[in-house]
């Protein structure tokens, strides 16, 4: 393999989770039928043991999403060293102040036939937080550590006829991770049932070594665990068309070995997200034992000096966002709609690529990028062998990276969106001869399980990097922030360009501006809030416009992970010694879903297929008559002209020397407020007027708005519908800064799932069917039960018109 110059050309495909017609194998997902209850209980993995009294839960489950907050929780005297600080002070909702550590067990009862017991069953988890013990029967079958890993254990010998008895042990150590790590089963548990004879748990590896518009040449390695056989695999097209049939009996240590041509392929990429189906059977004296299906995409990627990155031959910027694993008011708990609806925004926002921060990402998520169109940096740790926090992955290092590795690459190499990997994120190992063997040993593995990806880690000790080599040896260096050591750090290494694997961390509060408005460093205010100006930062980071320059000026520099597309639970900088703030104001989107000025900021450099132009603040100022109110203007128009009231403010323009905001802002910054109507009006490039928006100051609230992001969902007792609550005066205009509490109630074929507001200071809990306004909005979660039907949702608030909007279910 060669570093250096790294040049990839190859298809990569997904699982679509063993699925298959094929009476051989069948897939049962373990998601009803679950006790659960929290402390610890000896006895609990007996067989006999009484959970009549335990609480019934659907995996995926969450335990400490239901709160409450806690101060108490995760108050920490400690020095976060990766923020550059040396003297130890009380922090607390670092991991979300919700009551994840602590010891808990699952239950669950199923049958096994006759016909059944005589097969192969596999066992999966796809996640468990954290530590997880299997017991089945009475007996452990084993253990795993991370809580970020997927893992399986084959449970063929373990099982009985009849009812058998699945008892899982979790616990989360205090002080275990920088963020809210969740608590519990919370992504799929799965059986496999396959015919003894049969193709390797992640056993196919499908990529090519030539892709291009007029010919695809598709190598599909397939791992059984028989000497003996024949394996046919046939190709379909989108449209279930097949393409082509090719039958092997060939194999070399248990593996088959095709190489199928596909005539004019479609391209996958992020625009044009194709994909193709290969069903592989597997023979033996032609009697068929196994057979799997794996959707996959074409494409050819490569990574070259001084050029940069490059997809089916076009030279591509990564417009990514780094994204933590939670789902805001769902906590940890997998849901595939939540999922949709993010990765929706982020498209809308003109995002091509996401990095899973700091850990191995969900396949729901995977499956969704590949079938949406993502770019995907798939990460593994946030801590090696030194620490970063006291009971971290650092435990478990020597005993578990490899295998954790291996796992993430088997489990996922297939996904189209993958096109990197990442070994780490800030680790302390950074520094030190012994910390470079440990990058190259790393990287090592996923070389060997994956020769086709390039492995990067995100380096915050630049200088550190750059002097002990650690840097040099990496496929693609990335560097977190520090973004006046890029042309250095360019110059030391030799790959000939760098990735800004996490950028900016610029901090504000959806709806929330401050004034003088004056860039800042960790600014903090008595109402624990940030600016929606989008001009305060942290002590580590920057604005966004020093990574546009970079972005926009050195073809080396390959592209951007903003720290962070949504906001998460935990990290509450820049106040993570104040409380009651508990969630992080590092998002473009807030922890509700509901996009924040600095979304339309990205939008407008990134989203090339539509125009932006958007306005902030709300005009809504009383008080501040006759004060100055600056005006910012988010455009990827080159020019505007303002107007208040009727009166114009002037025209400003895009000017590319100077201050960077006024390269990508429109500003004026001389505004005095008054009341009434605030206007912008664009222009194209010939400066003819081609786009206008206003905003008007809105009186007192007085009726509720309700509009859903999808009115029908399936009848499947998982599909969520998303309704964003708003409040409007008499004349229908929003009221950007009502703070009302509401109620909701849910009759039907649905019920009352969560409500967020997006507030990182509230402490109401997110299942309660009651919660105040943030900035004038709030999201309520609809899920739909096990039946077709009509939901309706009703919500009110004292003084308010109510409101009511009916949802379908089937």
Same mark, same amino acid.
């Given at each position: 393999?060669?570093?250096?110059?790294?040049?990839?050309?190859?298809?990569?495909?997904?699982?679509?989770?063993?699925?298959?017609?094929?009476?051989?194998?069948?897939?049962?997902?373990?998601?009803?039928?679950?006790?659960?209850?929290?402390?610890?209980?000896?006895?609990?993995?007996?067989?006999?043991?009484?959970?009549?009294?335990?609480?019934?839960?659907?995996?995926?489950?969450?335990?400490?999403?239901?709160?409450?907050?806690?101060?108490?929780?995760?108050?920490?005297?400690?020095?976060?060293?990766?923020?550059?600080?040396?003297?130890?002070t009380?922090?607390?909702?670092?991991?979300?102040?919700?009551?994840h550590?602590?010891?808990?067990?699952?239950?669950?009862?199923?049958?096994?036939?006759?016909?059944?017991?005589?097969?192969?069953?596999?066992?999966?988890?796809?996640?468990?937080?954290?530590?997880?013990?299997?017991?089945?029967?009475?007996?452990?079958?084993?253990e795993?550590?991370?809580?970020?890993?997927?893992?399986?254990?084959?449970?063929?010998?373990?099982?009985?006829?009849?009812?058998?008895?699945?008892a899982?042990?979790?616990?989360?150590?205090?002080?275990?991770?920088?963020?809210?790590?969740?608590?519990?089963?919370?992504?799929?548990?799965?059986?496999?049932?396959?015919?003894?004879e049969?193709?390797?748990?992640?056993?196919?590896?499908?990529?090519?070594?030539?892709?291009?518009?007029? &010919?695809?040449?598709?190598?599909? =390695?397939? +791992?059984?665990? *028989?000497?003996?056989?024949?394996? %046919?695999?046939? #190709?379909?097209? !989108?449209?279930?068309?097949?393409?082509?049939?090719?039958?092997?009996?060939?194999?070399?240590?248990?593996?088959?070995?095709?190489?199928?041509?596909?005539q004019?392929?479609?391209?996958?990429?992020?625009?044009?997200?194709?994909?193709?189906?290969?069903?592989?059977?597997?023979?033996?004296?032609?009697?068929?034992?196994?057979e799997?299906?794996?959707?996959?995409?074409?494409?050819?990627?490569k990574?070259?000096?001084k050029?940069?990155?490059?997809?089916?031959?076009?030279?591509?910027?990564?417009?990514?966002?780094?994204?933590?694993?939670?789902?805001?008011?769902?906590?940890?708990? &997998?849901?595939?709609?939540?999922? =949709?609806? +993010?990765?929706? *925004?982020?498209?809308?926002?003109? %995002?091509?690529? #996401?990095?899973? !921060?700091?850990?191995?990402?969900?396949?729901?998520?995977?499956?969704?990028?590949?079938?949406?169109?993502?770019?995907?940096?798939a990460?593994?740790?946030?801590?090696?062998?030194?620490?970063?926090?006291?009971?971290?992955?650092?435990?478990?290092?020597?005993?578990?990276?490899?295998?954790?590795?291996?796992?993430?690459?088997?489990?996922t190499?297939?996904?189209?969106?993958?096109?990197?990997?990442?070994?780490?994120?800030?680790?302390?190992?950074?520094?030190?001869?012994?910390?470079?063997?440990?990058?190259?040993?790393?990287?090592d593995?996923?070389?060997?399980?994956?020769?086709?990806?390039?492995?990067?880690?995100?380096?915050? +000790?630049?200088k550190?990097?750059?002097?002990s080599?650690?840097?040099? #040896?990496?496929?693609?260096?990335?560097?977190?922030?520090?973004?006046?050591?890029?042309?250095?750090?360019?110059?030391?290494?030799?790959?000939g360009?760098?990735?800004?694997?996490?950028?900016?961390?610029?901090?504000?509060?959806?709806?929330?501006?401050?004034?003088?408005?004056?860039?800042?460093?960790?600014k903090?205010?008595?109402?624990?809030?940030?600016?929606?100006?989008?001009?305060?930062?942290?002590?580590?980071?920057?604005?966004?416009?020093?990574?546009f320059?970079?972005?926009?000026?050195?073809?080396?520099?390959?592209g951007?992970?903003?720290?962070?597309?949504?906001?998460?639970?935990?990290?509450?900088?820049?106040?993570?010694?104040?409380?009651?703030?508990?969630?992080?104001?590092?998002?473009?989107?807030?922890?509700?879903?509901?996009?924040?000025?600095?979304?339309?900021?990205?939008?407008?450099?990134?989203?090339?297929?539509?125009?932006?132009?958007?306005?902030?603040?709300?005009?809504?100022?009383?008080?501040?008559?006759?004060?100055?109110?600056?005006?910012?203007?988010?455009?990827?128009?080159?020019?505007?002209?303002?107007?208040?009231?009727?009166?114009?403010?002037?025209?400003?323009?895009?000017?590319?020397?100077?201050?960077?905001?006024?390269?990508?802002?429109l500003?004026?910054?001389?505004?005095?407020?008054?009341?009434?109507?605030?206007?912008?009006?664009?222009?194209?490039e010939?400066?003819?007027?081609?786009?206008?928006?206003?905003?008007?100051?809105?009186?007192?609230?007085?009726?509720?708005?309700?509009?859903?992001?999808?009115?029908?969902?399936?009848?499947?007792?998982?599909?969520?519908?998303?309704?964003?609550?708003?409040?409007?005066?008499?004349?229908?205009?929003?009221?950007?800064?009502?703070?009302?509490?509401?109620?909701?109630?849910?009759?039907?074929?649905?019920?009352f799932?969560?409500?967020?507001?997006?507030?990182?200071?509230?402490?109401?809990?997110?299942?309660?069917p009651?919660?105040?306004?943030?900035?004038?909005?709030?999201?309520?979660?609809?899920?739909?039960?096990?039946?077709?039907?009509e939901?309706?949702?009703?919500?009110?608030?004292?003084?308010?018109?109510?409101?009511?909007i009916?949802?379908?279910?089937?």
């Amino acid at each position: 393999m060669k570093i250096n110059h790294f040049i990839i050309a190859f298809i990569f495909v997904f699982f679509s989770n063993l699925k298959s017609n094929s009476q051989n194998r069948k897939v049962i997902q373990l998601s009803e039928n679950w006790t659960f209850k929290k402390g610890k209980n000896k006895k609990a993995a007996n067989v006999d043991f009484n959970d009549s009294n335990w609480n019934k839960v659907s995996v995926p489950h969450d335990w400490a999403i239901y709160g409450p907050f806690d101060k108490e929780i995760d108050k920490q005297v400690v020095a976060i060293t990766q923020n550059g600080e040396k003297t130890a002070t009380e922090k607390t909702g670092r991991t979300g102040a919700l009551p994840h550590v602590g010891t808990a067990w699952y239950r669950n009862k199923f049958n096994i036939d006759d016909v059944d017991l005589d097969k192969q069953i596999i066992l999966q988890f796809d996640g468990a937080m954290s530590e997880p013990e299997v017991f089945l029967n009475g007996k452990k079958i084993g253990e795993w550590k991370y809580g970020y890993s997927y893992f399986y254990f084959d449970i063929s010998k373990n099982l009985v006829l009849g009812e058998n008895v699945l008892a899982v042990r979790l616990h989360n150590e205090e002080f275990a991770s920088r963020w809210y790590p969740g608590a519990g089963l919370y992504r799929k548990v799965t059986l496999t049932f396959k015919e003894k004879e049969n193709i390797n748990h992640w056993g196919t590896f499908i990529t090519t070594p030539i892709a291009t518009k007029e &010919i695809a040449k598709v190598n599909i =390695k397939t +791992q059984v665990n *028989i000497h003996t056989g024949k394996l %046919v695999t046939t #190709i379909y097209n !989108s449209d279930n068309e097949i393409i082509v049939t090719k039958s092997t009996s060939e194999q070399f240590n248990k593996e088959f070995d095709q190489n199928i041509a596909i005539q004019n392929p479609t391209l996958w990429s992020p625009d044009n997200p194709y994909v193709y189906t290969a069903k592989t059977q597997l023979f033996v004296n032609d009697v068929l034992k196994d057979e799997i299906t794996t959707k996959f995409g074409i494409r050819d990627i490569k990574f070259e000096p001084k050029k940069g990155f490059s997809l089916n031959g076009e030279i591509t910027k990564f417009k990514g966002v780094c994204l933590h694993h939670d789902l805001g008011p769902l906590g940890t708990a &997998i849901n595939i709609s939540a999922l =949709k609806r +993010q990765l929706t *925004i982020l498209k809308e926002m003109g %995002v091509n690529a #996401i990095r899973s !921060s700091h850990n191995m990402p969900s396949l729901e998520q995977l499956e969704l990028a590949d079938e949406m169109g993502f770019l995907f940096l798939a990460e593994s740790f946030d801590e090696w062998k030194k620490p970063k926090v006291e009971n971290g992955y650092n435990r478990f290092f020597d005993e578990y990276a490899e295998k954790d590795i291996v796992n993430l690459v088997r489990a996922t190499r297939n996904h189209p969106s993958i096109v990197m990997w990442s070994s780490g994120n800030e680790v302390p190992d950074q520094w030190g001869s012994e910390g470079v063997k440990r990058s190259k040993w790393l990287q090592d593995i996923f070389h060997r399980e994956d020769p086709t990806r390039p492995v990067t880690v995100g380096m915050d +000790q630049v200088k550190a990097v750059m002097a002990s080599g650690f840097g040099a #040896i990496m496929d693609v260096p990335g560097l977190n922030y520090r973004v006046h050591l890029y042309e250095e750090a360019n110059e030391r290494f030799p790959q000939g360009f760098l990735l800004g694997s996490e950028t900016a961390s610029t901090v504000s509060s959806r709806g929330i501006y401050k004034f003088p408005v004056e860039e800042g460093v960790m600014k903090q205010y008595d109402d624990f809030q940030s600016s929606s100006y989008d001009l305060e930062y942290c002590s580590w980071s920057n604005l966004p416009e020093d990574d546009f320059i970079l972005q926009d000026d050195k073809p080396w520099v390959i592209g951007e992970f903003v720290w962070t597309g949504f906001d998460y639970l935990g990290e509450p900088t820049p106040y993570d010694e104040k409380w009651p703030s508990r969630s992080s104001y590092f998002g473009m989107i807030d922890l509700a879903g509901i996009p924040k000025d600095r979304f339309y900021l990205y939008k407008s450099r990134w989203n090339t297929k539509e125009k932006t132009l958007h306005i902030l603040p709300h005009w809504n100022w009383k008080g501040r008559e006759g004060q100055k109110t600056p005006v910012f203007v988010y455009t990827n128009y080159d020019s505007a002209e303002l107007f208040v009231n009727g009166k114009s403010m002037g025209i400003q323009k895009k000017i590319t020397s100077g201050n960077p905001q006024e390269r990508y802002r429109l500003m004026w910054m001389d505004v005095l407020y008054e009341p009434g109507t605030l206007k912008v009006v664009a222009f194209d490039e010939n400066g003819k007027a081609t786009a206008e928006k206003e905003i008007k100051t809105a009186g007192k609230p007085y009726k509720i708005i309700l509009n859903a992001d999808r009115t029908s969902i399936k009848a499947d007792g998982e599909d969520i519908s998303f309704v964003t609550v708003s409040v409007v005066d008499k004349n229908g205009i929003p009221c950007p800064t009502a703070t009302d509490q509401l109620n909701f109630e849910v009759k039907g074929t649905g019920k009352f799932k969560a409500v967020c507001n997006g507030d990182a200071t509230s402490l109401e809990v997110f299942h309660e069917p009651t919660m105040k306004l943030f900035s004038g909005k709030l999201v309520v979660l609809v899920q739909a039960l096990k039946e077709a039907g009509e939901i309706e949702l009703t919500v009110n608030g004292k003084n308010l018109k109510k409101a009511t909007i009916n949802l379908k279910t089937d």
